[in-house]
């Protein structure tokens, strides 16, 4: 019995150590950062790390980005126009990524950049290579748009192009025994064709060959815009490659060659006297979001990630998605808020759930009923759904680079009876009730009726989608099935298409939404973000399923132990307990 006791004993320490005591220090830490906000030195140069990547918007749970690099595209815009008006700030320096970064991110720092350089400031941007993969010519014209680019010496200059790979499955799933039975609306729609094909099919191929394209073109053409040059003799010159370091400068690829600590040292130089470095999230933490000021306000409604019902799960560093519950709510919010006078909804989503995104077209819907404008700033993505939720808007701006449209639907489900029996797992299904009961049974095929009934599902899904594009873009169903049936297209190309109206990002689609709202060109407006950033204290609350208010007091018992006399104390009577045990204790040691 006492053996038992002291199990119990064990696991219930066990427990609260992981449940609380755990959870409690990591909440004190990251609360004392937060609240802790370093001074800008009087000659600052920012150091912005592109190489960890970025996220498109900040998530509203404060530790969402724990493990990760922390930033986000709309935070770099907001902060580095922060620093533009910020007389202490002197330079920038740019880590740039060697593999690439998303092409709409790119185009969206690259004008942050732009307008920073435009305040007077000066940007040096490093490089340790541009490798021949991905999108690497997204993050060599974001170092394009710096006063210096420079490259490590032992870096070669590999970029020669756009690549992209495809894993198709299909031969894979038919050795194997899994049938893949799907129906997709129409041939452009090619998220399926990884499932079903072992090729690019001729549409496949078409589309994304054409948006790599639109992409690649647009990125050196502002590379070559910045490096004073013409866009065919950029071209040239890069598909002539690669390079050393040593060549990259000769074609003028690169201005400098020199080690990371060169080029700090030489935009402290060029910052003046007395300069130091600061890392960009401590500058910008320093500085917080920008508010603004006056009666009228416009909403920045933020979604990214895939679209979902629901709300939004808590915890820790969860990935973001679009909870139609949490984002719908969010736009009704704005629109009850008399000072709001027109709503800013910034889209990066690949697409989701027709459902889900139906309850966000509703807000949308709603927001413009009430007289409230609403201009969707589309980021990396705003696709499929992404682009359902964007298509009623009074206005859609997005970066030459955004992958946008894929108006189109696909659904279906993996039988999987006859893969398992090859490893002597059988899979036996029961249903009661009608026919339709059974359809998505991974046991068995779809029956006729049933494929009948679910592509006839599709086919309303796919009509409802068009219908949708057609009123909010003031198309005709006719037209909009001859550009839809699922392709996806770049935001240069859609732009010509009629499915976005503007290319830019968010400081363009703000101002846009002041023209609709008609606030006056000299009045300050306020910016009010929705859904409301958590505190730590009500991620907790979500996360451990405890009311903020406790909370509050577990993170104060966190900051009581992290009180030097809090520490010396229980120190002390670790001591006392192991002298009385005759174990040694290091009670003096700085843990």
Excluded: C
Aim: aromatic fraction near 8%.
């Amino acid at each position: 019995m006492k053996q038992f006791f002291l199990t119990m004993g064990g696991v219930f320490a066990g427990l609260l150590l992981f449940f609380v005591v755990i959870p409690v220090v990591f909440i004190s830490i990251i609360v004392a950062s937060a609240s802790s906000k370093p001074a800008t030195p009087g000659n600052t140069v920012i150091e912005l790390d592109l190489r960890e990547g970025v996220t498109d918007q900040t998530p509203t749970n404060p530790f969402a980005a724990f493990g990760g690099s922390g930033l986000s595209t709309l935070q770099i815009v907001d902060t580095l126009a922060q620093a533009g008006d910020d007389a202490k700030v002197k330079g920038l320096l740019i880590r740039l990524p060697e593999a690439g970064m998303t092409p709409a991110a790119a185009d969206e720092i690259r004008q942050a950049i732009r307008r920073f350089r435009a305040k007077g400031k000066t940007v040096i941007a490093h490089s340790q290579g541009f490798m021949p993969i991905g999108t690497a010519v997204s993050s060599y014209m974001v170092g394009a748009s710096a006063d210096q680019l420079w490259m490590q010496n032992t870096s070669a200059f590999q970029l020669a192009g756009f690549s992209a790979d495809s894993i198709f499955l299909g031969r894979a799933f038919e050795r194997y025994g899994v049938d893949a039975q799907f129906e997709q609306r129409y041939e452009y729609k090619n998220a399926v064709n990884e499932f079903t094909e072992n090729d690019f099919t001729p549409e496949h191929r078409e589309a994304m060959s054409a948006w790599m394209t639109s992409i690649y073109t647009t990125s050196l053409a502002n590379a070559a815009q910045d490096r004073k040059q013409t866009p065919q003799a950029l071209r040239t010159v890069i598909e002539a490659g690669p390079y050393s370091s040593a060549q990259a400068l000769q074609n003028r690829l690169i201005d400098k060659i020199g080690q990371v600590e060169e080029a700090e040292a030489e935009i402290k130089r060029l910052a003046g006297s007395g300069s130091e470095l600061m890392e960009f999230s401590d500058y910008a933490a320093s500085k917080g979001e920008r508010t603004g000021s006056g009666s009228s306000a416009i909403a920045i409604v933020g979604g990214e990630g895939a679209i979902m019902t629901g709300t939004g799960s808590g915890g820790f560093g969860g990935g973001s998605q679009i909870s139609s519950d949490d984002t719908a709510e969010a736009i009704y919010q704005a629109i009850k808020d008399d000072a709001v006078k027109a709503i800013v909804f910034r889209v990066s989503s690949p697409g989701g759930s027709p459902d889900a995104s139906e309850q966000i077209l509703a807000a949308v819907r709603a927001a413009r009923a009430a007289g409230k404008p609403v201009v969707v700033s589309m980021g990396d993505y705003a696709a499929s759904g992404g682009y359902w939720i964007s298509s009623e808007a009074d206005w859609i701006v997005a970066q030459p680079s955004t992958l946008t449209g894929s108006i189109g639907v696909f659904g279906g489900k993996f039988v999987l009876a006859d893969a398992l029996g090859r490893f002597g797992v059988d899979m036996r299904g029961l249903s009661v009730g009608g026919d339709y009961a059974s359809a998505f049974s991974p046991s068995e095929p779809f029956t006729p009726e049933q494929r009948t009934a679910f592509a006839a599902q599709i086919d309303r899904t796919y009509d409802e989608f068009i219908t949708r594009v057609a009123t909010g873009r003031k198309l005709s169903p006719d037209r909009v099935r001859q550009i839809a049936r699922g392709r996806v297209w770049t935001g240069a190309q859609a732009q010509g298409l009629g499915l976005v109206d503007q290319l830019g990002g968010l400081t363009e689609a703000v101002a846009k939404a002041r023209e609709l709202a008609k606030i006056p060109a000299g009045d300050s407006v306020r910016f009010k973000r929705y859904p409301t950033p958590q505190s730590p204290f009500e991620a907790l609350s979500d996360a451990f399923g405890v009311s903020s208010e406790a909370a509050r007091v577990l993170v104060g018992i966190g900051g009581v132990m992290n009180d030097p006399q809090a520490e010396a104390l229980v120190r002390r009577v670790q001591a006392d307990r192991a002298r009385a045990s005759g174990a040694t204790v290091l009670a003096d040691q700085p843990y």
